[in-house]
Every structure is written in structure tokens, then in C-alpha cells.
């Protein structure tokens, strides 16, 4: 016996629909860390757990994966993890593999497969209580002695259940052996004809499919009513996303303004009261108003997954993504766009494949994002008469927002397009895709994923987010207006220094000086733009004020093609960057960041150019 | 007259609620040589295997695409062009 070897570490693997996250949250809790192997898009997810002698040892859960090939990166990373040729991530000591026991013939390739890689593997049997219900009984005692393996049998959703697994881990590491050198596995074939045999003498009796799930996908996934039922469910998701998070937006807004309020009366006029004021609170804080509206969309996402549907709805919208070269997987990520692109982004994880992933995520900002709203809103407002079209059933002004939503959506349709046939290009991935029972969400897991989210979300809040908005203050504050100056204070300042000679490359585009000025600090979040330009304006009040004074403003002197021109930009541009911040995060890469700036910044050039003309051309 | 008859097919001409038997892939119809390359595998990697008997489930609503079939416990999607690689057999009345 070892007992000199302590930090003992274990490999989750299984297949996906396996319930082995749910067995890693069963084991872990909330002690968990999840974050992405360098350089690549695979989730690292890892915990502790601990022993029942009090030893502790760390758990990582691998992607879910089919076999050990090198085709997909999930399937690549996991085979470096277990053979130990991952740069970083050591090899582990054993290896936990997690199988559907309703679907046993299929779960035991993989087991077998693991066996060539030269590691100790126990058997956990998922999902225990679904196969007692549908009538499938398994001979474990068999099972082990023809696998040649400890195997036990777990309900991951109850942790009661997992004293056996707990018992035969102690066990495992108690007696465990240094690894062997992995030796080359058979063909998939040869595999599956062996799993095929064990499993036929294992299994006691065969079951019957998913009483639930037949019935369930009778209507779910009905051609006509399958659709209903799935737009139902997504308008009332966006319905309760506005509407919930009303409620919460409006206390987290007046929390900064009470702060800011407080800060103005109790510290002495300085840079330091307005670096805090008019730099990190307000920078941080327009950003931060997002979290509920993030918060509400993962609970629908998360249940969405945990009960199965996902896989349902990716079936239903796969034709209709398939045109542009997406699956069906990519469409709720580029519906929560809506809302946020940020969890969206953060969303575009269930999708399986790399270059799809990347694809959604480069044209999620292309959904109108409820940031842009206050834009709109204002533009539309001062520039576009409200006449009614169509003997009064639209107002002019709701069919113009509804062109601007209309023409996002287009261009990120032919942007996948054209993605797809130049830089994600690659050979096409098969839908194939399994269908999984449905399954009563569990309140714990829930829980613990959506703190994760929210963590993730508030960690960037906190660094990239408060650094650019220091940055974008110190821009808008210095060097201070010299004496005697007439312009505002920012016209002097390095943002307006940035912005009058960025005028040069926006004058073609129609915009003034005061807007150049206000694209800069507009970088902290879309919003910004308006009391940036407030700023400039040197418009008294508060942000009601602002708005109001602002209309006139744009009513008076802003030239019409300028101020069509302005909307334009704002469909594309990424004004935004906790949006990049989150597109470096998730992609784990530079170059596509960069990309995905370069690219909308042109088009969003391209498209106030055309506009602008074509106002001028029109308008004479 | 009512006539019994087995004829090889491919998974993609089966009609809703209709059952049949796996007997081979032939990923070599599928026009993209790359595609064809690993669709075998990762056909038998879901659960496809020769001898198990597969349903039609449901279709998708446009062009009856995807669809879902029944191998053995478990459902599966699929695009009818990868479906298109499975060989099947069933008895058909005429």
C-alpha cells in the first residue's frame, strides 16, 4: 500500500446524456472550479471531494465523448488528459467511468476502450432508478467479472445513492497500482461486437423504452405542434426575461445612483470623487444592471438542458439553421443574444462542435441586444415622425426598430454563411445526436451552475470591465481644459483629442466631431453613448433630462443622413467590452476577438457609409 | 394478393412508424468523400449496429428533416442525409 502518495486524482469519463455531471455535482458540491484548458475551447471542470477515511482527492470531469479518437478537441483533450501527454493537466490515477445503465450496449465501448489506456477503471452504472423503472436489470457481479473491472450501480440526482461508488473509490486508491503504458485499442467494430456480447450476458432482462419520454415526444416533437409548443416556450421565456428582471434592473440602477448620489455630497470635488463617480461606478455599474436579465435567461437555458428539451428544440430549428450552414444546437444561443450577447455567448457552450461554436459566437453580436434599445429609442424618436403605415395597424416608428432587429438578423444569417465557407470551413459535421429521456431538473445543480455563471460574469465585471472603464474615464478627464477655453471640458481631453482626429475616417460616414467623441467612452457599453454625448453636449440634469435635451439636440443640429447613418452604425458596431472580454474568454483566443472587432467595425463603417449617402442622395 | 417480400434499403426511405433491420453502412453515398470518411464510425459510436432493429419516430417539418429513430433503449436524430449511409432491410407488403 501507497500511502506516501497523496492528492490522489480521478477521471470522470462517459458519454454525453450519461448523468456524469450530475454524479460530478453529486460529488463535489459547490466545491468546484471550472475554467478551459489552454488554448483550446474544452471545458476544464474540476472539484474535491473527500474521502470516507478523510483524505482528499480532486476530480475532473472530461468532456462527454463517444470514444477516444482524435476527431473532435473534447475527444483529443480527454485522450492527453488519460494517457498523460496534456501539457498541463498531470495524469490521473484512476479513472472513473460513468454509463447509462438503459443504455448499457452502447455505454461499454467506451469502457473497453478506456482498458487500453493503461489506467485503473471502475464502473459507475447511471441512472439506476430510470433502468429499475423501465424494467432493465443488470448483473453487476457478471458485468465485473467479464470487464474485469469493479463496477457499482449510482442514482447521480440522489446522493444517498452513492455510498456503494464512495465504499469501491476508498477502495480503489487503498490498493491502487501505478499506471501502465497504454497499448493500441481494435477498431471501433471489433469493440462494439465485444461490448455487444458482455452486455447480452450481463443484462437480466431487456425493458421497455421511456414510457414518459414516448409520450412526451409524441407532442413535443409533433411537426406542427412541436413548433407551436416551442414558440410558446421561448416567447414566454423572453417575456419573463424582460419582465422579471424589471423589477431587480431598477433597484441594482438606483443602487449606483444612490452611491454616486452619497460619494457627491461626502467626498470633496476631485479627480479621485470623480474617477469613483463618473469612472468606475457608472462604468461598472452599466454593465453590472445586466446580471438579472443574464441571471433569468441561464434558469430557462439550465432547465431547458437538465430536462432534455434542449436536444428537442435543436431537432425542431435544425432545418432552418442548416441553411446557413449552423445546427439546430445554435439557435437558443442566438436567441438569448436578444437580451445580452454575454450569455449568449456564454451559451453557445452546449454546441458541440468547435467551428460551429465559433461561428455563433462571431455573429451573436448581431442580434439586437436590449442595450441598444435606449440607442434606438432615442434616435428613432427624434428623427422618424410616428405616421401611421398601413391605415394606423404599425407606427412608422415601431417598423423602423423592427428593420433594425430585421437587418442585424440578416447579416448575421449571410455572416454564418459566409463564415462557413471561408474561415470555419472544415468538413461537415454530422447532426447525429441523441435524443436523452426527460428528466426533472435538480434544484442543487441548478443552483450551482447558475452561481458559476454569475460568477464568471462578476469576476469579469470586476477586473476587465472596471479597468476599461478607468481607462475610458482617464481618456475622458485629461489633460484638463486650459484656461479660458470655450468647448466643453472632454474637447480638450485625450478622448477628444482621439475623437476629433478620428473625425477624418468618420466624416465620410457622416458623423460631427461631438459623436466621434462620444464612440470612445460609448466603448464601456452601448448605453454610454448617450450621456456620452450628453458630456460633450455639456447638457445639465439627470439622465432623463439628458435624454430629453439630447432629442433636441439631434432634432436641431444633427443633419438627417447623420443621424441614419449613426443607426446604422449602431446595428453592427461591437460598442461593447464586456462582450470582447467575453468572446476572449470563451474562445480562449486573440485572433478571433480581433477578428470579430475588425470585422464589425467594418461592416458597421460600410453600413453608416451606404447609409448616409443614400440619405444625402435621397434627400436632395 | 398479398405478397411478402425483403428488400435492401437505406434508413432514409423508411416512413414514419415503420420498422426495419440494420444490416450495413454505406457511407460511400454521401456526395463529401471527408464527411463519408468517419460517418461509419461515429454512426456505431451512437448506437447503430448491424442486427438492431430501428423505428421511425418523428420527423422534422420541413422536408421530414431531421428525424428521430428508436435503436433499441435509446432515440436518436439524425439528418436524412446521413441516415442515407444505413442499409436496412424490412418486409414489405405489396
Request: with cysteine; charged share 30%.
Given at each position: 500500500m501507497d500511502r506516501a502518495k497523496k492528492n490522489i486524482k480521478i477521471a470522470l469519463v462517459g458519454s454525453p446524456n450519461c448523468g456524469k455531471s450530475s454524479l460530478f455535482n453529486s460529488l463535489t458540491g459547490s466545491h468546484q472550479k471550472v475554467a478551459n484548458y489552454p488554448g483550446v475551447t474544452v471545458e476544464r471542470r474540476s472539484g474535491k471531494y473527500t474521502l470516507d477515511n478523510g483524505e482528499k482527492v480532486t476530480l475532473i470531469d472530461l468532456p462527454g465523448i463517444y470514444?477516444?479518437?482524435?476527431?473532435?478537441l473534447d475527444e483529443r483533450v480527454s485522450r492527453e488528459v488519460i494517457t498523460g501527454a496534456h501539457k498541463i493537466e498531470t495524469r490521473p490515477d484512476l479513472i472513473l467511468c460513468v454509463a447509462d445503465s438503459t443504455n448499457l450496449r452502447v455505454h461499454l465501448r467506451l469502457v473497453l476502450e478506456l482498458k487500453y489506456l493503461g489506467l485503473p477503471v471502475i464502473l459507475a452504472l447511471n441512472m439506476q432508478d430510470m433502468a429499475d423503472r423501465d424494467g432493465i436489470k443488470i448483473d453487476t457481479k457478471i458485468l465485473a467479472k467479464e470487464l474485469g473491472i469493479p463496477v457499482v450501480t449510482t442514482?447521480?440526482?440522489?446522493?444517498?445513492?452513492l455510498d456503494n461508488l464512495k465504499e469501491e473509490l476508498t477502495r480503489a486508491i487503498d490498493t491502487i497500482t501505478p499506471p501502465r503504458d497504454t497499448t493500441p485499442s481494435p477498431s471501433t467494430r471489433e469493440l462494439q461486437k465485444q461490448a455487444r456480447i458482455i452486455a447480452e450476458k450481463a443484462l437480466i432482462a431487456e425493458g421497455t423504452h421511456h414510457k414518459v419520454t414516448r409520450q412526451l415526444d409524441k407532442i413535443l416533437l409533433h411537426p406542427i405542434l412541436g413548433i407551436v409548443i416551442f414558440l410558446i416556450v421561448l416567447f414566454g421565456m423572453f417575456q419573463l426575461v424582460y419582465f422579471w428582471a424589471e423589477v431587480p434592473m431598477n433597484m441594482i440602477e438606483s443602487f449606483f445612483n444612490g452611491l454616486q448620489s452619497l460619494l457627491t455630497q461626502s467626498l470633496p470635488d476631485n479627480w479621485f470623487r470623480s474617477l469613483l463617480i463618473h469612472g468606475i461606478i457608472a462604468g461598472v455599474g452599466s454593465v453590472v444592471v445586466f446580471l438579472p436579465q443574464i441571471l433569468i435567461l441561464f434558469t430557462f437555458i439550465l432547465i431547458l438542458e437538465a430536462t432534455g428539451y434542449m436536444a428537442r428544440a435543436a431537432f425542431i430549428m435544425d432545418r432552418l439553421m442548416a441553411v446557413v450552414g449552423?445546427?439546430?444546437?445554435a439557435f437558443i444561443p442566438l436567441m438569448s443574444s436578444f437580451a445580452c450577447a454575454i450569455p449568449g455567448i456564454m451559451a453557445t457552450?452546449?454546441?458541440?462542435?468547435h467551428r460551429d461554436r465559433i461561428t455563433t459566437i462571431m455573429i451573436a453580436?448581431?442580434?439586437?441586444?436590449?442595450?441598444?434599445i435606449p440607442v434606438y429609442s432615442l434616435l428613432i424618436g427624434a428623427v422618424v415622425p410616428n405616421d401611421p403605415v398601413l391605415y394606423g395597424l404599425f407606427g412608422l416608428q415601431g417598423l423602423v426598430l423592427f428593420g433594425l432587429y430585421l437587418v442585424g438578423i440578416i447579416s448575421a444569417l449571410i455572416v454564418a454563411a459566409v463564415l462557413k465557407i471561408?474561415?470555419?470551413?472544415?468538413v461537415a459535421q454530422p447532426f447525429l445526436m441523441e435524443l436523452p429521456k426527460y428528466q426533472l431538473p435538480i434544484l442543487s445543480h441548478l443552483l450551482i451552475n447558475l452561481w458559476e455563471r454569475a460568477r464568471a460574469f462578476l469576476e469579469r465585471a470586476g477586473t476587465i470591465i472596471l479597468y476599461s472603464a478607468i481607462g475610458l474615464w482617464v481618456l475622458a478627464q485629461y489633460p484638463k481644459k486650459p484656461l479660458g477655453?470655450?468647448?466643453?471640458?472632454i474637447y480638450y481631453s485625450l478622448a477628444g483629442i482621439m475623437g476629433r482626429a478620428l473625425r477624418v475616417i468618420f466624416e465620410p460616414i457622416g458623423f460631427n466631431w461631438e459623436i466621434s467623441i462620444a464612440l470612445i467612452p460609448g466603448m464601456a457599453a452601448r448605453e454610454v453613448a448617450i450621456g456620452a454625448l450628453g458630456t460633450v453636449y455639456a447638457l445639465q440634469g439627470n439622465e432623463d433630462q439628458i435624454e430629453h435635451s439630447m432629442r433636441a439636440v439631434i432634432q436641431n443640429s444633427w443633419p438627417l443622413p447623420t443621424a441614419f447613418a449613426f443607426l446604422a452604425w449602431y446595428i453592427f458596431a461591437p460598442q461593447c467590452f464586456a462582450t470582447l472580454a467575453t468572446v476572449r474568454r470563451e474562445t480562449n483566443s486573440w485572433a478571433w476577438t480581433s477578428f470579430m472587432i475588425g470585422y464589425l467595425f467594418s461592416l458597421a463603417y460600410l453600413a453608416a457609409f451606404i447609409v448616409n449617402k443614400l440619405a444625402i442622395f435621397l434627400l436632395n | 394478393m398479398c405478397l411478402k417480400l425483403m428488400s435492401i434499403k437505406y434508413l432514409s426511405d423508411l416512413r414514419k412508424g415503420e420498422n426495419a433491420t440494420i444490416i450495413g453502412?454505406?457511407?460511400?453515398?454521401?456526395?463529401d468523400k471527408e464527411f463519408a470518411r468517419d460517418l461509419e464510425d461515429r454512426l456505431l459510436e451512437i448506437g447503430f449496429e448491424e442486427g438492431l432493429t430501428v423505428k421511425i419516430l418523428h420527423e422534422g417539418p420541413v422536408k421530414r428533416d431531421p428525424m428521430a429513430v428508436r435503436i433499441g433503449q435509446m432515440t436518436v436524430a439524425l439528418r436524412r442525409m446521413e441516415a442515407d449511409a444505413v442499409q436496412i432491410t424490412y418486409q414489405e407488403t405489396q
Open positions: 470514444s477516444l479518437k482524435d476527431r473532435t442514482i447521480a440526482v440522489r446522493r444517498g445513492s449552423l445546427n439546430g444546437r457552450r452546449t454546441i458541440e462542435h453580436p448581431l442580434m439586437t441586444c436590449s442595450a441598444r471561408t474561415l470555419t470551413k472544415g477655453a470655450i468647448e466643453p471640458d | 453502412f454505406e457511407a460511400a453515398r454521401c456526395q
